[in-house]
């Protein structure tokens, strides 16, 4: 906490590494994460993760500059791009905190008023200078909590199901869905754009392949900025009523980081199509 930015916000998460039999943590630690030291850990159980989101590059630097002497520190693994190692240290985290600025807000007790602000952890956040705002733990999970994004290695996912049907109650499995680009928007994308499509392997794709690689990609994505739409009649437009939402889906690049492109889609549940709106 004393090395993050006073400005910034973060959500905190925390946990465990969870293989039991040792078989798999120190490979894909040793494959992503900027080691420390070594990773000469006793046992991967043993080993206690915290993930903070919102972190600047400057931000990352500082924090592990300021904790690689420190004898309990490891070191990092980068997740602002997907990979099986982030998936692997994220999976077992849960919610701890959120610092905005100068606060720290928590959780505490279903049965204590919001009106009490309580510290529930161990560590003494006012020692640094932090003051304690709290919630219900119920409110505090469904409103404020931060999942990170993983590589979904299911056939499905409740989370994108229930995006779904928070947008429309009969609305079939996501998998069902076809991608739909209008001619027109194709011919934007791939000329406008294109610069923007190019560096993520996009830029010489058909429609259709450029359709089937949004929906191969899907799965492995959250969604974004549900948006219902009821817009009235006007003398200049008709009427019109729909649900929207974007998915950040990354491609990879033969040199470099991978391509991280927003989506925005419709959501057209009646025809199961998701028509893309704009790429950026």
């Not at 600025?101 to 200078?129: C, M, Q, S, W």
């Not at 006007?234 to 989506?263: K, Q, W």
Request: hydrophobic content about 40%.
């Amino acid at each position: 906490f004393k090395l993050l930015p006073a400005s910034t916000t973060h959500s905190i998460l925390g946990g465990e590494l969870g293989d039991d039999k040792d078989e798999i943590a120190r490979r894909l630690l040793s494959d992503k994460a900027i080691v420390a030291k070594d990773l000469n850990f006793k046992h991967p159980c043993f080993c206690y993760v915290l993930y903070v989101n919102n972190l600047s590059n400057s931000a990352l630097a500082a924090i592990h500059d300021g904790l690689k002497n420190h004898s309990g520190y490891l070191g990092y693994v980068p997740c602002t791009h997907a990979s099986l190692t982030k998936t692997f240290v994220t999976m077992g985290l849960v919610n701890l905190a959120i610092k905005h600025k100068n606060f720290v807000i928590l959780g505490h007790e279903d049965d204590r008023p919001n009106t009490e602000n309580y510290n529930l952890h161990l560590h003494d956040y006012t020692a640094l200078g932090l003051a304690i705002r709290s919630v219900q733990s119920l409110y505090f999970g469904v409103f404020l909590s931060y999942k990170p994004e993983q590589m979904l290695l299911r056939r499905t996912d409740d989370d994108l199901e229930i995006a779904i049907r928070a947008m429309s109650e009969e609305a079939p499995p996501l998998g069902e869905f076809s991608v739909l680009i209008d001619d027109r928007k194709h011919e934007y994308l791939t000329t406008v754009k294109n610069g923007k499509l190019a560096l993520a392997g996009l830029g010489h794709m058909t429609k259709s392949e450029l359709e089937e690689a949004i929906r191969f990609k899907m799965r492995s994505s959250y969604l974004y900025s549900l948006d219902w739409r009821d817009i009235p009649e006007t003398a200049e437009s008709a009427s019109y009523r729909g649900s929207y939402f974007n998915i950040m889906l990354e491609f990879p690049r033969e040199d470099g980081e991978p391509e991280r492109v927003t989506v925005a889609l419709e959501f057209m549940p009646a025809d199961k199509v998701l028509r893309v709106v704009t790429m950026t």
